[in-house]
C-alpha cells in the first residue's frame, strides 16, 4: 500500500547534479543524504529513472547501478507495476556509509585482488632478491606500527597497505611500483569496513603481515611468493565473508522492522 507520505511532489526533492568522477557513490550518497534530511521518507516514492538521468545529468547505467546498489541493501524496493520506494532505513548506512559503497564495489575489490594476485605475488619474490638495509629497516617500522594500531580503536587496519606499498618499493622497479599503487589505494579505502565486518580479522592482521615480512627476510622467492598467494587468498575469502555477513545482517533487520 502506497503510503500518505508517497503523495510528495517530485519537484520538491532536488537530486543534486553529481560530479562526473566516482558518479555512481556520489548519486547513493546524494540520495542518502537526503534521507538523513527527512526529505525522502520509509514509503516515499522515487521518480523515475528517466527524470532521475535528467535531474542527476547521469547516464541510465550510472543510475541504474546506483539504484541496484541501494535495493541490494534493502534501502530501497521496487513494486512491480508501482515504482521504486524508500524502505526503512537502518542508521548503520546513514552514519557509516562506506558499507554501502563496500557492497557496490564487491565485484571491483574481487576484480582488483585477481590484479593484485599477479603483480604482488611476483613483487616480494622480486623484494626477497632486492631489498636492501633500508628497505627491510622500513617495512620493520611499519610492522610494528600495525602491531601497536590494534591496541587503537579506528587504527585497526591503517599501516598495513604501507606495508604492502613499501614491499612493493623494494623491487626497485619504478613500472611494477607504479602498476601496484592504485590497487594499494583501494585498499586503503575499504580496509577497515572490510576488517571490521570479519570476525577474525584484528586477530590476523599482525601475524599475517609479520609473515610477509618475514618471507622477505628470509631473501627466499618461493617461499615468499607462497606467503603473498596465501595472504591474498584470506583477504578474497574476508571480502566475501564480509558482503555475505552484511546482506544477511541487513535483511534480518529489515525483515524484523515489517513484523
Not at 80 to 92: A, C, E, K, L
Not at 132 to 157: C, H, P, V, W, Y
Request: aromatic share 4%.
Amino acid at each position: 500500500m502506497v503510503t500518505t507520505s508517497s503523495l510528495i511532489q517530485h519537484a520538491a526533492i532536488t537530486f543534486a547534479e553529481v560530479n562526473r568522477t566516482s558518479v555512481t557513490d556520489q548519486a547513493i550518497e546524494n540520495f542518502l543524504d537526503l534521507v538523513r534530511r527527512g526529505v525522502l521518507r520509509a514509503g516515499d516514492r522515487l521518480p523515475s529513472q528517466r527524470a532521475l538521468v535528467v535531474q542527476m545529468k547521469l547516464s541510465q547505467t550510472a543510475v541504474r547501478e546506483a539504484l541496484k546498489a541501494l535495493s541490494t541493501i534493502g534501502v530501497i524496493e521496487t513494486r512491480p507495476g508501482h515504482g521504486t520506494f524508500v524502505r526503512s532505513v537502518s542508521p548503520d548506512i546513514l552514519v557509516r556509509p562506506e558499507f554501502l559503497f563496500f557492497v557496490l564495489e564487491r565485484d571491483t575489490l574481487l576484480h582488483a585482488l585477481d590484479v593484485r594476485k599477479i603483480l604482488e605475488v611476483e613483487a616480494i619474490a622480486l623484494a626477497a632478491e632486492r631489498a636492501t638495509a633500508d628497505d627491510l629497516a622500513e617495512m620493520g617500522r611499519i610492522l610494528r606500527e600495525i602491531q601497536e594500531g590494534l591496541n587503537n580503536k579506528g587504527s585497526e587496519f591503517r599501516h598495513s597497505p604501507d606495508l604492502h606499498f613499501t614491499i612493493a618499493k623494494a623491487t626497485h622497479n619504478p613500472i611494477l611500483i607504479t602498476l601496484i599503487k592504485p590497487f594499494i589505494g583501494l585498499l586503503v579505502h575499504h580496509a577497515a569496513a572490510v576488517g571490521a565486518r570479519h570476525p577474525r580479522a584484528k586477530e590476523i592482521e599482525y601475524a599475517k603481515h609479520a609473515e610477509l615480512y618475514e618471507a622477505v627476510l628470509t631473501r627466499d622467492p618461493e617461499k615468499a611468493r607462497q606467503t603473498m598467494r596465501i595472504h591474498l587468498e584470506e583477504s578474497r575469502r574476508m571480502v566475501l565473508q564480509a558482503f555475505s555477513e552484511h546482506s544477511a545482517d541487513n535483511s534480518a533487520e529489515n525483515q524484523i522492522r515489517q513484523t
